[in-house]
């Protein structure tokens, strides 16, 4: 990818980003975390070198093959996909950075036993279904402070530092907005039981996220365009 473009890709995202979290409050800070799964490990490289140090994938396989092929960086990797239980090992061997999408107490659970096995932590978020899609992986809004403190309850080698969501799927900006109020909500709430992570927004959404309280937002192909 041509270097000048993206790095006008990267400034044109700080800006707005940095306009948007004003517009909550000088102290509200966003972290970025740039999702390169449609990239290749070169741009996530030429990435890292205007600055960009978090990074994120949906596939584990590709995780793998980009901490791989980028050992030599210091790059914070997130998992933001589907995580299957055939991949829960590997995933663990990886070590990342962020967990996003830990989506029922049973898939904590699994995860939690593997991690015992292996004598590992893991920081994750939970994700909210919050517009409650059925092509939507997490849990449904009205039970998911409930499952969190189930998860915390019932696991000893996972950290939950938040909440994770995906805005509604629609053009209708206000059903975005609801969503991203319901998980908000959802964070406030679990605040007093350690909640700092609220990852919500992406290319499409990520100003309005942020006007919501998101205080993560992971871009993708804004990047990458
Ligand atoms: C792909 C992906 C993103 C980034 O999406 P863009 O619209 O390309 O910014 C964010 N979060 C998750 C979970 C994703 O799978």
Redesign the pocket.
Known sequence: MDKLKLRENFDEIVQRVERARLRVSEYHIVKI?A?S??VSSDEVRELYDLGQRAF?E?RVQELKQKCEELEDLPIEWHF??RLQKNKINHLIELDPFLM??LDSLELALELDKRLEAKGKKMDSLLQINSAKEDTKAGVMPEVAVEEYLKIIENTKHINLKGV?T?GAHTKDESEIKKSFETTYKIYEALQPHGAKIC?MG???D?ELAIECGSNMV???????K
């Open positions: 975390v999702i799964k449609y994120g949906n933001v996909g996003h999408s994770m995906i990852s992406m290319s499409n990520f992971r871009i993708g192909s804004l990047f990458f």
